[in-house]
């Protein structure tokens, strides 16, 4: 799957997902956040296969990002005009080019070890990874 069939799968949820909730009132932060995930893993599906493509190209990352940003907007519950950056930390999410290389990263390192992986291992290599991308995040937002 390309990194444009990606991000037309998730504009596209994410504008469905825009009729569903509204800025005032309407459902749960904890219902915006479980619709934003389902998004989320639909734009994230076959993620470290496409993630060298959408990490050299910045127009295919920023594709990415403009779903992401609609759906942020809907979840933090603010106005349209706001940023991308302040849309995804109000919204609590991670950029999904940082997700995708995350992803990308922990897959290859378990199908690099090619031997039976415990759950110990997998967890600690998901936290070192969670740690580097948002140190990663913290590091483009200053």
């Known amino acids: 799957m390309s990194v444009r069939r990606s991000a037309f799968r998730e504009m596209n949820e994410a504008q469905l997902y825009s009729y569903t909730t509204v800025n005032l009132g309407g459902p749960k932060e904890e219902v915006r956040r479980l619709y934003a995930g389902v998004v989320r893993s639909v734009a994230l599906y076959g993620a470290p ?12 990352a920023a594709t990415l990002n403009a779903a992401q940003r609609l759906i942020a907007i809907r979840v933090a519950r603010v106005y349209r005009t706001i940023s991308y950056e302040a849309a995804t930390v109000l919204g609590r999410f991670l950029p999904l080019d940082i997700l995708v290389d995350m992803i990308a990263e922990i897959f290859f390192k378990i199908r690099g070890l090619r031997q039976r992986v415990d759950p110990e291992t997998i ?20």
């Open 49 to 60: 296969v496409w993630s060298d493509r959408l990490s050299g190209c910045r127009r295919r």
């Open 123 to 142: 967890k600690m290599l998901r936290m070192r990874a969670s740690w580097r991308a948002l140190r990663r995040w913290r590091e483009r937002l200053q």
